[in-house]
Antibody, heavy 120, light 113 residues
Framework: QVQLVESGGGVVQPGESLRLSCAAS????????IHWVRQAPGKGLEWVAF????????FYADSVKGRFTISRDNSKNMLYLQVNSLRAEDTAIYYC?????????????WGQGTLVTVSS | DIVMTQSPDSLAVSLGERATINCKSS????????????LTWYQQKPGQPPKLLIS???TRESGVPDRFSGSGSGTDFTLTISSLQAEDVAVYYC?????????FGRGTKVEIK
């Protein structure tokens, strides 16, 4: 079955960086786009970033553009999100989410998420 | 960005009764060339990630009970739970994937009356 396991979250101070990881299994990883979607505590869902199946293109929400970088290693079935210059408003659970297809923007499987807390 | 407006914010329904959630988009989600509406519904139970219930506005995912149904087209959509069960207590989100960025409604919390 499809599994997405995030890691790398933690408590950091404003301006610091983290690298989030997502280990994928149970599907042909290199054939599907993958997204990051976040959810602030007690709040709704916000799309963050997308990478195509082959890593050829990346897309970002305006709120994170220039600070976050999504990447993937298809040889390891791994997805990453480098998050820099963190702000308090970046505090959220970050979900690794499988796209329905190579380029789709709807999400058929979600990981359990990793919590990022930005606080001084 | 396409704005997704859900209503109500919350609702309490008796067990076995119908629950109806509405979702309105700021522009049409109907792609004329394939006659498909680019809208999904997700269910999020406390402490869990969202789960995909319905795609293309009305296509129920495998394993989703048939008491869940989606309807609507263009800018107005509805998620209906025909006979509410205790395990349906959750927050429900609509999401459009017609355009980037994909956007979500603010969620509707469903509780038992």
């Amino acid at each position: 079955q499809v599994q997405l396991v995030e890691s790398g979250g933690g408590v950091v101070q404003p301006g610091e960086s983290l690298r989030l990881s997502c280990a994928a299994s149970g599907f042909a990883f290199s054939s599907f786009g993958i997204h990051w979607v976040r959810q602030a505590p007690g709040k709704g869902l916000e799309w963050v970033a997308f990478i195509r199946h082959d890593g050829s293109n990346q897309f970002y929400a305006d709120s994170v553009k220039g600070r976050f970088t999504i990447s993937r290693d298809n040889s390891k079935n791994m997805l990453y999100l480098q998050v820099n210059s963190l702000r308090a408003e970046d505090t959220a659970i970050y979900y690794c989410v499988k796209a329905y297809s190579r380029t789709s923007y709807y999400f058929d499987y979600w990981g359990q998420g990793t919590l990022v807390t930005v606080s001084s | 960005d396409i704005v997704m407006t859900q209503s109500p914010d919350s609702l309490a329904v008796s067990l076995g009764e119908r629950a109806t959630i509405n979702c309105k988009s700021s522009q049409s989600l109907l792609y004329i060339s394939n006659n498909k509406n680019y809208l999904t519904w997700y269910q999020q139970k406390p402490g869990q990630p969202p789960k995909l219930l319905i795609s293309w506005a009305s296509t129920r995912e495998s394993g989703v009970p048939d008491r869940f149904s989606g309807s609507g087209s263009g800018t107005d959509f509805t998620l209906t739970i025909s006979s509410l069960q205790a395990e349906d207590v959750a927050v429900y989100y609509c999401q459009q994937y017609y355009d980037t960025p994909p956007t979500f409604g603010r969620g509707t919390k469903v509780e038992i009356k």
